[in-house]
C-alpha cells in the first residue's frame, strides 16, 4: 500500500513569492491534515481537510490556505512568502472510522525562503 | 491553552534502556501517541495509548501513561543504535478532527 506522497520535496522561493505543496493520502484515507516544522515552533498545525472541507484550522495568518479535492489529494499554498515561512511542511492522512486519529505522515517538503 | 512538554535530549548507551517522558495539559485527550523522526523523514507512528489504561506493551515498546498526573513515558528496551531520533509525545487537540499538539521532542542520541 503506497504511503502519503508530498511533492515537492525541496523548494526555495524568495520572498514575496508563493508556493504550492501538494499531497497524496493513502488510497481510501479522506481526512488529510498539514502541519509546519521549524526549529523553533516544533510542529504547528495547519488545516484538516475531510470530503474537500476544512472541518479545522490553526493559528496561522490568511497567507496560508489549503483545498482538498475529490480524490482527497490536498494542496496547500502560501502566498506572500516570509523568511520566517521557511520550514518543512508535512502532510498526514488518516483513515476515518477508527477510534484513533492515527495520522500516517509523508516525508516532507522543505521550503526555504530567501 | 494546550501543551505538551518533553525532555530535549537523552544519551544513553547501546543495550540499555531509555526512558523518554512528556507532561500535558489537555485531560480530555481519549488516546495518546508517540512518534518517531529520523533526519530527512516525516513523521512515524510509534504506538498509541488510550486514556483508559496504564501501560501498553509492544514488543520493545512500553507505554506508561499517568492520567492523575498527565504524565507520560515511552521505554525502549535494548536501544540499538538504529533508535537514534526524535520522539514525539502528542496529545488530541480538543478541537478534535485528527488535530494533535505535538511536544517539541526528545532528541535520543544511542553511543556503542
Known amino acids: 500500500k503506497a504511503g502519503v506522497t508530498q511533492t515537492p520535496r525541496y523548494l526555495i522561493k524568495t520572498r514575496g513569492q508563493q508556493v504550492t505543496l501538494s499531497c497524496s493520502p493513502i488510497?481510501?484515507?479522506?481526512?488529510v491534515s498539514w502541519y509546519q516544522q521549524t526549529p523553533g515552533q516544533g510542529l504547528q498545525f495547519l488545516f484538516e481537510?475531510?470530503?474537500?472541507?476544512?472541518?479545522n484550522k490553526g493559528n496561522f495568518p490568511g497567507r496560508f490556505s489549503g483545498r482538498q479535492f475529490s480524490n482527497s489529494r490536498s494542496e496547500m499554498n502560501v502566498s506572500t512568502l516570509e523568511l520566517g515561512d521557511s520550514a518543512l511542511y508535512l502532510c498526514a492522512s488518516t483513515p476515518t472510522g477508527t477510534g484513533a486519529n492515527v495520522l500516517t505522515f509523508g516525508a516532507g517538503s522543505r521550503l526555504t525562503v530567501l | 491553552g494546550e501543551d505538551v512538554e518533553q525532555s530535549l535530549f537523552l544519551s544513553v548507551r547501546e543495550g540499555d534502556s531509555s526512558v523518554i517522558n512528556c507532561t500535558y495539559t489537555?485531560?480530555?485527550?481519549?488516546?495518546l501517541y508517540w512518534y518517531k523522526q529520523e533526519p530527512g523523514a516525516g513523521l512515524q507512528l510509534l504506538t498509541y495509548i488510550f486514556s483508559n489504561m496504564d501501560m501498553k506493551q509492544d514488543q520493545r515498546l512500553t507505554v506508561l501513561l499517568n492520567k492523575k498526573d498527565k504524565h507520560l513515558s515511552l521505554r525502549i528496551a535494548d536501544t540499538q543504535t538504529g533508535d537514534s531520533a526524535i520522539y514525539f509525545c502528542?496529545?488530541?487537540?480538543?478541537?478534535?478532527?485528527?488535530?494533535?499538539?505535538f511536544g517539541k521532542g526528545t532528541m535520543l542520541l544511542v553511543s556503542p
Open positions: 502528542a496529545d488530541e487537540s480538543n478541537s478534535g478532527y485528527s488535530t494533535l499538539t
Open positions: 481537510y475531510f470530503s474537500e472541507t476544512q472541518r
Open positions: 489537555d485531560s480530555s485527550s481519549t488516546y
Open positions: 488510497s481510501g484515507h479522506r481526512s
